[in-house]
């Protein structure tokens, strides 16, 4: 589900320093969520002032505010496939951050490695599966989040977007592996929440994660999960809106 913290003004001045790095020329990821929205708006008024880039939304809400931003837009297929131009750079928000301190071992007084920097959860607005295929794409993925997002460690609830004839079966496996799955349900109507690919979302917290890159293979590994929330060794950089300005950090 989605995250609330940060103010606006954080999250626009984290969105408006990915925006700034984007270059003449470039195939842009659109992501989804109130952080990158405010770099798809800047984006446009960039487009606006002469800047020549195309976008690639990665969810119906990312592609109709391109679409008003005046943004030119590819599908996933026309930028990466066999003669498509490829992705530059992605820009996308995040549940969560982590920011990589671990949790120092009493004896030692060392840092545990296992909670790699810039690991993080996605998926509040159900569009993960989208994001993930997109930011994977590109060259440089560029994270947009205010300071409420990180931690040392991830520990919030991750989606995972699942065929609904297994969302049974996998909501089992879940449980064997520990999480506690919950199917999304929508606001504002009777049901569940349907992502834009046809599928359901199951919530599913597994308290600390202490290797998200282990958790992430065996989450990939169970059938009927069609894509999770935890994105490992994709980030590039962290653009983290602040009170008085932006902090970013490479990955």
């Not at 770099?39 to 008024?45: E, N, Q, S």
């Not at 997002?149 to 064997?176: F, M, Q």
């Not at 069609?226 to 902090?247: C, K, N, P, Q, Y």
């Amino acid at each position: 589900m989605k995250t609330s913290g940060g103010s606006d003004a954080m999250k626009r001045r984290a969105g408006e320093s990915a925006a700034a790095a984007v270059s003449d020329g470039d195939v842009v990821g659109l992501g989804t969520g109130s952080t990158a929205a405010h770099a798809i708006r800047r984006l446009g008024d960039r487009v606006d002032a002469g800047l020549d880039i195309r976008g690639v939304p990665t969810s119906f809400a990312s592609r109709e505010l391109a679409v008003e931003a005046a943004i030119p837009c590819l599908d996933l297929p026309e930028a990466v496939g066999p003669d498509g131009p490829g992705i530059d750079v992605a820009i996308d928000g995040a549940d969560q951050v982590a920011t990589g301190a671990g949790t120092a071992d009493a004896g030692s007084g060392e840092s545990d490695s296992t909670a790699p920097g810039g690991a993080l959860i996605k998926g509040g607005g159900a569009a993960h599966a989208r994001e993930k295929l997109v930011d994977a794409a590109a060259d440089r993925f560029l994270v947009v989040a205010d300071p409420s997002k990180e931690s040392p460690r991830l520990d919030r609830s991750i989606p995972v977007e699942v065929l609904p004839a297994g969302r049974t079966a996998v909501a089992a496996a879940v449980r064997e592996t520990g999480g506690e799955p919950t199917l999304r349900r929508a606001e504002r109507k009777d049901g569940p929440v349907v992502t834009d690919n046809g599928n359901l979302v199951l919530d599913c917290p597994f308290g600390e994660v202490a290797d998200p890159a282990a958790l992430s293979a065996t989450l990939s590994s169970i059938p009927g999960i069609v894509e999770h929330g935890l994105f490992v060794g994709l980030a590039d950089e962290i653009h983290v809106g602040t009170e008085s300005g932006v902090r970013v950090d490479e990955v």
